[in-house]
């Protein structure tokens, strides 16, 4: 094959890939007639599928009345019906809706809020948000300082305002029972002693990703931790934070993954699969009498150009007019059931598998050297990476992250669309089979 012409685009390194010809349903092939099954739905962005004719419909008749309309300019139709469907499927009270274009925008948009809340109440002091290591929650510079990956973090610390960490609950690696719920608040309680040590009134929030994302690779909270940590932040008046930029919009089998728990936030925040890739969109949905008084002390002293953009509300409400009318919250559920069997099947054949875990159409597998110490595999075998290339040499595209905080452990997102059906995961299987085989052999772990 022929080297690839020069590119004037750059991004994280100078991988290249082949050019994409076009992506239909939980497919995607390449100007070489190759064809990819999409594992991880892109960056677990594309949750409906890729090509929704009913999605590009409802875009297109957006597009013949308008593709933008500035939000100090005009109310949109698209956003306002978007805003109220939002107000529907989100738990408890939560029912104002401030529109952004990613999940970085949204974290930063969050815990603005949150600062200008306690001002606007008289709580000047607070400002310390906590999050945990490690976690992602983007890589704009205030929500770097609460994300915990240290690859990530360590070349911008200069230029940000450290913020407290916890540890991740993560059970797994401790020896611990996650469905213990002594387990839960052993982990929930290292919350209440990082407040204290901080001094609680100078602590602002907690912000929480209800199943993990990239860093933690679908960590599932323990028994009783989602609960106890909400007690824990109305105790000390700490606003509660979810980042459901990864497990809101059906992955988990509802709406918002908070609700299999039962617990409502102060403020969520979503992004990614909101939108399905089909247009830039995010929001953070916060309580009415936070957003009541930010506006009453002033109004909200933030925003994005992009915010409400009238074309990405539009697909963004289809987008959840599909999920909706095509079962796909009860349809993750039910393929998702079949993934998590079918990759914890693969643990009997790989030594090397140390863990499964994750919720519906969310699902994740750990690399170890030792499932009884849960020593990760040497650093410079790269497993992250290689085994990512193996599966996408194989027409499988899978995502990975480093698990131990950045620079150690291995571990993968399997994540397809919500409209995979359990042929589509046979075929994930089959594929990540081939990858690890042919990984486990030239890293000589057969």
Request: aromatic share 8%; glycine share 10%.
């Amino acid at each position: 094959m022929s080297e690839p012409e020069k590119s004037h685009l750059f991004y994280q390194s100078r991988q290249r890939r082949p050019r994409l010809a076009r992506a239909e349903g939980v497919y995607l092939w390449d100007v070489n007639g190759k064809k990819y099954l999409d594992g991880s739905s892109a960056a677990m962005v594309c949750n409906i599928g890729y090509s929704n004719p009913h999605v590009l419909e409802a875009m297109r008749k957006q597009m013949e009345v308008s593709t933008f309309g500035y939000r100090l300019h005009f109310e949109t139709e698209p956003g306002e019906a978007l805003a109220a469907k939002m107000a529907e499927l989100a738990p408890g009270t939560l029912n104002r809706v401030f529109f952004v274009s990613g999940g970085s925008e949204a974290v930063e948009s969050a815990i603005k809020l949150a600062r200008q809340y306690k001002l606007a109440k008289g709580e000047a002091q607070r400002w310390k948000v906590i999050s945990r290591f490690p976690a992602y929650h983007g890589c704009t510079l205030g929500a770097l300082a609460l994300t915990g990956y240290s690859p990530m973090t360590a070349p911008f610390d200069a230029m940000m305002r450290p913020m407290p960490k916890i540890p991740a609950p993560r059970a797994y690696l401790d020896g611990l029972d996650k469905d213990d719920p002594e387990t839960g608040l052993h982990y929930a309680n290292m919350l209440e002693d990082r407040i204290l040590a901080e001094g609680p009134k100078t602590v602002l929030a907690f912000i929480v990703e209800p199943v993990g994302g990239a860093s933690t690779g679908c960590l599932m909270p323990p028994a009783g931790y989602m609960r106890r940590i909400r007690e824990i932040c109305d105790q000390y008046d700490i606003l509660l934070i979810h980042d459901e930029v990864i497990s809101g919009g059906g992955r988990t089998g509802t709406f918002f993954a908070a609700d299999n728990w039962n617990v409502t936030p102060d403020m969520a925040v979503l992004s990614k699969g909101f939108g399905a890739g089909y247009m830039p969109l995010g929001a953070v949905i916060a309580r009415e009498d936070i957003v009541e008084a930010v506006l009453d002390d002033g109004g909200f002293i933030h925003g994005h150009t992009y915010a409400g953009n009238p074309l990405a509300c539009a697909a963004g409400l289809a987008v959840i007019n599909e999920i909706e009318r095509q079962g796909l919250m009860q349809n993750s559920l039910t393929v998702g059931s079949r993934l998590e069997s079918r990759l914890k099947s693969l643990m009997n054949r790989y030594p090397i598998i140390g863990d499964v875990r994750g919720m519906g159409l969310l699902q994740a597998f750990e690399l170890v050297a030792d499932r009884t110490t849960m020593q990760p595999l040497p650093t410079d075998l790269n497993a992250y990476d290689k085994l990512v290339t193996a599966a996408y040499d194989n027409g499988l595209i899978i995502y990975s992250r480093r698990s131990r905080g950045g620079y150690s452990g291995d571990h993968f997102l399997v994540a397809p669309p919500m409209i995979a059906t359990e042929k589509h995961v046979d075929e994930i299987i089959d594929k990540l089979t081939t990858a690890l085989d042919q990984f486990t052999a030239q890293a000589g772990l057969s």
